[in-house]
């Protein structure tokens, strides 16, 4: 009986959590718009810009919006760190490829490297949510701009949205959570993953 109850309060009252990847090239501002999450959607304040360094390994942020849990991995992006990546995939609801789109140059290794991670059977139908970053520098291509290039009907068919922002004075960045979130809470990934997790908890 108390078993019960106690599904039903947790069904009724609490938050549900989900784990998002935090990927791309190193330098597209990774870190940045980790820690601007963390400003903008929690009581603590954030690294300002000037105190951020290079990745190396994992950087965890954990924040709440929109009636959900969010936790973020973000990951390295330098070309010998990426082989990591693939040890979050597998619980993972949910893909942040961040690019900086004032970095014409690096374009094609943007590409490359998210068209590698989607392929990898460990995330398998979880939503994509694509920042098109540094709109805070001139130069910077725009959201339709960087769709047509990434080409992203021809890579997959999960649920993607491109969103220009910018990590250093957050804009766009809500927009873009706000479509993550409601994406996460009806996706099939999600579903499995919840049922994933119940068997352990049984087991």
């Known amino acids: 009986m108390f078993s019960l109850l106690y599904g039903l309060w947790k069904y009724l009252f609490s938050k549900a959590e989900f784990h998002v990847l935090i990927l791309g090239i190193d330098k597209a501002g990774k870190t940045t718009l980790l820690e601007k999450l963390k400003t903008i959607y929690s009581d603590f304040e954030g690294l300002p810009p000037d105190r951020i360094v290079p ?3 994992l950087n965890i942020g954990r924040v709440e ?4 849990k969010l936790i973020f991995w973000d990951l390295g992006g330098q070309l010998g760190l990426r082989t990591i990546w693939e040890k979050y995939f597998e619980e993972a609801h949910a893909i942040v490829f961040v690019v900086d789109a004032a970095n014409h140059a690096r374009f094609d290794d943007a590409k490359s490297a998210l068209e590698k991670a989607l392929r990898h ?11 098109a970053n540094k709109q805070d520098v001139q130069g910077a291509v725009t959201a339709e701009e960087l769709t047509t290039f990434l ?13 220009e922002i910018s990590a250093y004075d957050g804009t766009g960045i809500r927009d873009g959570v706000m479509w993550l979130v409601e994406e996460m809470k009806r996706s099939k990934r999600s579903e499995m993953l919840r049922q994933h997790s119940d068997i352990n908890v049984v087991v």
């Open 151 to 163: 080409d992203l009907k021809e890579i997959d068919e999960r649920p993607s949205f491109v969103k």
């Open 55 to 57: 990745t190396v390994g």
């Open 121 to 131: 059977k460990d995330l398998q139908d979880a939503p994509l949510l694509i920042f």
């Open 65 to 68: 919006a929109y009636k959900s």
